[in-house]
T-cell receptor, first 109, second 113 residues
Framework: AQRVTQPEKLLSVFKGAPVELKCNYS??????LFWYVQYSRQRLQLLLR??SRESIKGFTADLNKGETSFHLKKPFAQEEDSAMYYC???????????FGAGTRLFVKA | NAGVTQTPKFQVLKTGQSMTLQCAQD?????MSWYRQDPGMGLRLIHY???????DQGEVPNGYNVSRSTTEDFPLRLLSAAPSQTSVYFC????????????FGQGTRLTVV
C-alpha cells in the first residue's frame, strides 16, 4: 500500500541549529516526492520536489530509494521556518497525492 | 490573480444539515481536488476531477458529493452532516496530471455539532 510516514509530530530546535524532518514512504513503483509547508494562517504551499533537486529557503531533500526516505534538511534553522511541514508522494498516474501526517517545526530564539 | 478561492472560511452545522463548500480557480487548471485535514492524519483525498464533467472518488469519499460543470468550479456537498465530518477542508488545483497540487485554497474550517 502507498503510505507516507512522518514519525515526528513536533520538532523543536534552537535558532541556528541544524534541522532534519523525517519522511519515509512505501510505494511499489518509482515515486515522486514533495515537501509542502503551511505557515501560520497561510495556505499550504509547495516547498520543493525531489526531481528538481533544488534548495528552497535553505532547505534540501534527498531521495534515498534504498532507505525509502525523503528527509528535509536545513543546516541553520531560522525562526521564520516555524511551520507545519508535510511530506507527500504522487502516484504514477498523477491522480492522487498522498500526504503524511505532518511535522510541526518550532524554532526557538 | 486570485488563485484558488474557497468559501466559506468557517461554518458550523447541526447534525443532519446539508451544505456546499465552494471552490473556484481562475488559472484554467484541469485538475481539482478536495482534501480534509485532521490532526495526526495529514491531508486525505475526498474527491477529485480531471476536467469538466469528470469526477472520481478519493480515499474518504463517503458522505460527500462533487460535480464539475465548469473548469473553474468544483463544489463539495455534504449531504447529511455528521460530527465525524468536523475538519478543515482544502481545495487544490494543478495544471494537469503531470504536476502535483501546487495551488491550495485557504481552507474551510467546518464544525458539526
Amino acid at each position: 500500500a502507498q503510505r507516507v510516514t512522518q514519525p515526528e509530530k513536533l520538532l523543536s530546535v534552537f535558532k541556528g541549529a541544524p534541522v532534519e524532518l523525517k519522511c519515509n514512504y512505501s510505494y511499489s513503483g518509482s515515486p515522486e516526492l514533495f515537501w509542502y509547508v503551511q505557515y501560520s494562517r497561510q495556505r499550504l504551499q509547495l516547498l520543493l520536489r525531489h526531481i528538481s533537486r533544488e534548495s528552497i529557503k535553505g532547505f534540501t531533500a534527498d531521495l534515498n530509494k534504498g532507505e525509502t526516505s525523503f528527509h528535509l534538511k536545513k543546516p541553520f534553522a531560522q525562526e521564520e521556518d516555524s511551520a507545519m511541514y508535510y511530506c507527500a508522494l504522487r502516484d504514477t498516474g498523477g491522480f492522487k497525492t498522498i500526504f503524511g501526517a505532518g511535522t510541526r517545526l518550532f524554532v526557538k530564539a | 490573480n486570485a488563485g484558488v478561492t474557497q468559501t466559506p472560511k468557517f461554518q458550523v452545522l447541526k447534525t443532519g444539515q446539508s451544505m456546499t463548500l465552494q471552490c473556484a480557480q481562475d488559472m484554467n487548471h484541469e485538475y481539482m481536488s478536495w482534501y480534509r485535514q485532521d490532526p495526526g492524519m495529514g491531508l486525505r483525498l475526498i474527491h477529485y476531477s480531471v476536467g469538466a464533467g469528470i469526477t472520481d472518488q478519493g480515499e474518504v469519499p463517503n458522505g460527500y458529493n462533487v460535480s464539475r460543470s465548469t473548469t473553474e468550479d468544483f463544489p463539495l456537498r455534504l449531504l447529511s452532516a455528521a460530527p465525524s465530518q468536523t475538519s478543515v477542508y482544502f481545495c487544490a488545483s494543478k495544471v494537469g496530471l503531470g504536476d502535483t497540487e501546487a495551488f491550495f485554497g485557504q481552507g474551510t474550517r467546518l464544525t458539526v455539532v
